[in-house]
Structures are given as structure tokens and as C-alpha cells.
């Protein structure tokens, strides 16, 4: 299991990453003052909200709200969870992290298969280019149109037709075990002469032999495994051959290319999703750098909720036959059920992306072909009539029966609208018909996987209590007001728990002479709530300031009405008590207890009145 990473190593990370530095990294950021600012990159705006606070370490858009330290905007940024930004800023800082012990029961961890596959990628990689044995692999790709930039970007390599190619290359640097984790060598079965050797005889053989390789990377470019090519297709084997389920590769949750696609994707808000390596790699190469496939796998709910992680729809680029439909149509419901908008491309007959692009006019026509891209509930409405016959009742509503039950799959009520107009549209039956067998359709089942709700964010900062939130700031502005909160406003009478989180980071800080932001980072979740909470509440410095009262004045008035708002909210308590205990048939108040409750939230009106003024406000705080 990962070993969590102490705070003193996080603080480090942090601390060797100026957030002005890295994000000046991804783009242009303009001086401003003591701050800087930049159009955001978190939505599309013509005048630059987005600012970024050395001093603070910390940034913010005025904007769409966006904020908090370093590790939030790589994890914004980029698409990452907080581990995988702590490990980018890491390698950034030069600082090395042992994020994980050894595998359990005695399993190579998974920083040493990410090792091992790193190294043999750059040797299968090698053996291509530079190896008499990679000759027949470099003729083959010359026959295929991939230059060599494309072999360089995208690391593809050959597998020598040996048995031993990374046993050798191992040596006793990496271990047979670890070999095996990785998936790059097979134990030998027993022969029958010998079915039980004896202990320390167990003999491996290399899995990729006589392939083109094509390393399977992750979101962030670490490799997985391998996909091995035939170069030539033979009917004894198998066309394509991939490293087997390990600690690192599932099949199920790797899309080829996202990290080179990753960043397009985010700006387009839309992904092509492809069959095959070279489909993808065609794509790239013709300036469709969106494109992605499946790792020789059918498309997963996991794949759908990765893509929806950084678009809003998807175009599925399919065969024409009916093999290929079908499998449209397939993925299609996959992705709806996250709530992606689908549309469906279909090929040419005979071509696939690679051959389609390489004609002289390839590029143009595959683009008019994904601008022209139907809709998944058209595409489907198009191939079930061709099978059915919609001009029949029953054929109507078999189709009806379809098309209902991808609808009833995305768990979005305005798609699931807009898609019931479409078939109503297309089908020429109400649209009130439509809805009822939906909800026969949503009461008979379910879809097959349920979304998964992303962590809702933090409330923002203009929906949390005034005064609290203005306290907040104040304090995160000025420490040397800490000491203050501290005589006369106990911290649970904050209600807003960030809020208060903040306040008491603050008086922290002052009373240990602390960086505030270094207490804060201490204190954050893996989503960096508090970090982003700090950095929109200290980016609203008109809110803390007044022409009228100073710093330490306002501080006493929010102290005071916080005191206030306390005292009120245990008035009502008292009338809600005392109003459902009159209707209540079970029990009443005794006379004592009712004059007890009513002398207490008499003395509560008195001092409420009283907390209106610094002076007379002091001696009811101190005997609370």
C-alpha cells in the first residue's frame, strides 16, 4: 500500500515550487504590482482575472472562482489527483519520494515496475532504431508512412525474435519475479518428461518476440505496459499481443495517448476515440491531437469516466459494417452513462483512420467526416430501421424499445430531455409516449453502472456567513489581530467549520511564529478545500477594508457580531422549544420550566442589546 507522505515532505515540495514560478511554466503571467495576473485558464474570458500571490503562495480567479496553493493547480491544470501532483512537483524539486514499501506478500512495489518498464520501452525503442534487428520493423513502418519524429514521440520499438531479449538486458539488476510482475516474460510450463522440477529450476521466456512494441502510457506518461504488433499477419498468431493484467496495467482503465492527448482534450472539451495504436498516432500526425483508443479491450464505464474527467463529448470513429456498428452503438451507451454527449463517425467502407488520412485529401475528408458526425441516438435510429422495419407496428416498437433504453442511460435529466425530443423527432410518435415507456423502461432497471459524484466542491466563499468569512480574511491579512480573536471569541461559536479551520490556522501561526499558508497546507485534504478556500478569501481585500474604522475596530465588530448571531440562534431554539412542546399530547412544561426559559431568553434580549457597543459588550462576553 502507499505510504502516506508526511506533511514536513509535503511543505518541502511546496516551498521549492514557487507558484508563480510553475504556473509562469504553462503560461505568460504579467506583473502587477507585487501580484500577477494572466487570462484564466479555467474558463474563457477576454480581461485577465486570474491572480497569483507570491507572497502567499497562493493564486485565484475573480472569474470562475478557481484557487488555492501549487499542488491545486497541477491538480487543476493538468487532470491529476493531489498524489500524482505531489509526485510531479517533486521530480520538478529534484526531491525524491518513497511513496510505497515493498508489493504485499512480498510483490514488487509498483515504483519498480514503473522503472522496469520505463527502461525496457527505451530498449525495445533502441533495438528499432539503431539494431540490425530492428531492420525488417524500421521497413516496415517506411511502408506504413510513420516517420521517424512520430517513432521518436510516441517511443515505438521492436521486439527481437529471442527468447531472452530482457532476461538478458536484466542481468541481475531486476529479478525474475520482478520481470514477471511487469508482464514481460512468461514462466515455462513443465515439460511432461519433467512435470515437477525441482526448487530454483523454473525457466522464463521473453512474452514480446519478433513486434513492433508500442508502450502503454498513463495520464502522466509513465508506461504500463506494451501492445506488441506482428509485421506481418500470420494464422497462427495472434495480431496483437498486450501485457496481461498487473499491478499497473488494467486494460479497463487505460486509454492509448491520453497523455499526449490529455491537454487537447481539455481545450476542445471533446475527444475521438479511435480502434487501434496506429489510428491514433495517423490522427496525431494529422493535427487531430485529441484522439485516444482502448487498450485492446472493449470500452469500460472506467474509460468513460476517465474521458468525462476532461471533456464534455466524444466522437466514436467506427467501421461501417455491422461488426462496427455494433460496437458504436455499444460504446456509445458506455459513455452515455456518464453523462457524455456521444457522436458517432462512420468510416468509410474498407478504410480505417490510418489509411483514410494518408490519402492526398485524407486529412480533409476525415475532418468533414467528424464535423458531420451523427448523433449516437441518430446513429442508432439509422442502423436499427435498417434491421427492423419501422413502418410496421412492431417494428416501431422494437426500435421505440431501443431507443428508450439508451436514453434511460444517461443519468443527466437535460440530456435524457433532449434526447426524447430527437426520437420523437425521428420516430413521429409524442413525445409524451416517449416518456411514459422511459419510465417503464427507469422502473424495470437501472443503468448498469452508476456515476460516480465528483467531491462537490467547497461552498463559495460568498455563501458562507459574512462576518465569519470576513474575520477569516482579516486574520489571514493581519496575524498581529490573532490575539485579539483569541481573548474573547471562542472558536465553536464559528459555525462555518473552513472558516474556523482558518481562524484557528491563524492563531497558530501568530502564537508559533509560523507562515500561516505552511499551518493551512498542514491542515488541507488531498483536494486542497482549505488552501482554496484561504486563496479566495484573501483575494478579496475590499471586503476587509474601511474607510471608516480601523483593521482593529472591525475585527471588535466582527467578534461582536458573531457573539450576537450565537445569542439569537439560541433564542429560537428556546421558541421552537417551547412552541412544540405546547402542541405536544405527550409531555408539557413544568411552570418552573417554562419561567426559567422565559427569563433566560428575556437576559438573552438584554445582552444582545448590550454586544451592540464594545464597552458594554465586554463584561457579557467574559461571563459567558
Not at 444517461?410 to 416518456?435: D, K, M, Y
Request: aromatic fraction near 6%; charge should be positive; charged fraction near 25%.
Amino acid at each position: 500500500m502507499p505510504l502516506k507522505v508526511p506533511h514536513a515532505v509535503l511543505e518541502e515540495i511546496r516551498l521549492n515550487n514557487d507558484v508563480a514560478t510553475v504556473i509562469g511554466a504553462y503560461f505568460t503571467l504579467q506583473r502587477s504590482g507585487s501580484t500577477f495576473k494572466a487570462l484564466c485558464p479555467f474558463h474563457k474570458e477576454k480581461t485577465p482575472s486570474f491572480m497569483v500571490n507570491p507572497q502567499r503562495q497562493t493564486y485565484h480567479c475573480f472569474g470562475c472562482g478557481a484557487g488555492g496553493d501549487v499542488f491545486r493547480f497541477v491538480m487543476d491544470y493538468e487532470k491529476v489527483d493531489f498524489m500524482t501532483a505531489v509526485k510531479m512537483l517533486a521530480q520538478r524539486a529534484g526531491i525524491r519520494l518513497k511513496l510505497e514499501s515493498d508489493g504485499e506478500e512480498g510483490q514488487p512495489g509498483k515504483e519498480a515496475l514503473y522503472e522496469i518498464n520505463a527502461a525496457v520501452a527505451k530498449l525495445y525503442h533502441q533495438i528499432l532504431l539503431k539494431q540490425p534487428e530492428g531492420e525488417a520493423a524500421r521497413k516496415y513502418l517506411a511502408s506504413r508512412d510513420l516517420p521517424g519524429a512520430a517513432i521518436e514521440d510516441f517511443l515505438i520499438g521492436f521486439a527481437p525474435e529471442r527468447w531472452d531479449t530482457v532476461l538478458r538486458w536484466a542481468g541481475k539488476k531486476y529479478t525474475r519475479e520482478q520481470l514477471e510482475a511487469a508482464g514481460l516474460i512468461i514462466p515455462a510450463k513443465p515439460r511432461p518428461e519433467n512435470p515437477t522440477p525441482a526448487e530454483g529450476a523454473v525457466r522464463w521466456y521473453d512474452r514480446f518476440r519478433n513486434r513492433l512494441t508500442f508502450p502503454i502510457q498513463d495520464e502522466q506518461g509513465r508506461v504500463l505496459g506494451f501492445s506488441g504488433r506482428v509485421l506481418i499477419a500470420e494464422v497462427e498468431a495472434a495480431k496483437y499481443v498486450n501485457t496481461p493484467e498487473t499491478a499497473l496495467f488494467r486494460k479497463g482503465h487505460i486509454l492509448y495517448a491520453l497523455h499526449k492527448a490529455r491537454r487537447a482534450i481539455v481545450d476542445s472539451r471533446e475527444a475521438i476515440v479511435c480502434e487501434g495504436q496506429i489510428d491514433v498516432i495517423r490522427c496525431h500526425l494529422a493535427g487531430f491531437q485529441t484522439a485516444v483508443a482502448a487498450q485492446g479491450t472493449a470500452f469500460t464505464v472506467d474509460h468513460a469516466r476517465i474521458l468525462k474527467r476532461y471533456a464534455d463529448s466524444i466522437v466514436l470513429v467506427f467501421d461501417a459494417d455491422r461488426a462496427g456498428q455494433d460496437a458504436a452503438l455499444r460504446a456509445a451507451d458506455t459513455f452515455l452513462q456518464v453523462g457524455l454527449v456521444v457522436r458517432i463517425a462512420a468510416l468509410p467502407s474498407g478504410e480505417d483512420p490510418d489509411s483514410l488520412i494518408r490519402r492526398k485529401d485524407g486529412a480533409a475528408v476525415f475532418k468533414q467526416l467528424l464535423q458531420g458526425a451523427q448523433s449516437a441516438l441518430d446513429f442508432q435510429i439509422d442502423v436499427l430501421s435498417g434491421r427492423e422495419k419501422p413502418n410496421t407496428e412492431a417494428g416501431l416498437m422494437r426500435l421505440a424499445t431501443a431507443v428508450m433504453a439508451t436514453i434511460a442511460r444517461t443519468p443527466n435529466a437535460v440530456q435524457q430531455a433532449r434526447l426524447i425530443q430527437q426520437a420523437a423527432a425521428r420516430l413521429a410518435v409524442p413525445e409524451t409516449a416517449l416518456r411514459q415507456e422511459l419510465d417503464k423502461v427507469m422502473k424495470r432497471s437501472r443503468p448498469v453502472a452508476a456515476v460516480v459524484v465528483r467531491k462537490s466542491s467547497p461552498a463559495s466563499v460568498s455563501a458562507r456567513p459574512i462576518k465569519e468569512l470576513a474575520l477569516a480574511e482579516h486574520l489571514a491579512a493581519n496575524l498581529e489581530l490573532a490575539d485579539l480573536v483569541r481573548t474573547y471569541l471562542p472558536l465553536d461559536l464559528v459555525t462555518d467549520l473552513p472558516c474556523r479551520q482558518v481562524i484557528q490556522s491563524c492563531l497558530q501561526a501568530e502564537q508559533g511564529k509560523r507562515d500561516v499558508m505552511s499551518i493551512i497546507a498542514e491542515q488541507d485534504n488531498d483536494e486542497r478545500d482549505l488552501t482554496r478556500f484561504v486563496a479566495q478569501a484573501l483575494a478579496a481585500p475590499a471586503k476587509i477594508k474601511s474607510d471608516f474604522a480601523t483593521r482593529e475596530e472591525s475585527v471588535k465588530s466582527l467578534i461582536l457580531g458573531i457573539h450576537t448571531a450565537a445569542l439569537q440562534r439560541r433564542r429560537k431554539e428556546i421558541e421552537k422549544h417551547r412552541q412544540a412542546m405546547r402542541v405536544s399530547l405527550g409531555s408539557k412544561l413544568t411552570p418552573a420550566e417554562d419561567k426559567k426559559l422565559d427569563v433566560e431568553y428575556t437576559q438573552l434580549g438584554y445582552d444582545i442589546a448590550r454586544l451592540k457597543q464594545w464597552d458594554t459588550a465586554v463584561p457579557v462576553i467574559e461571563g459567558m
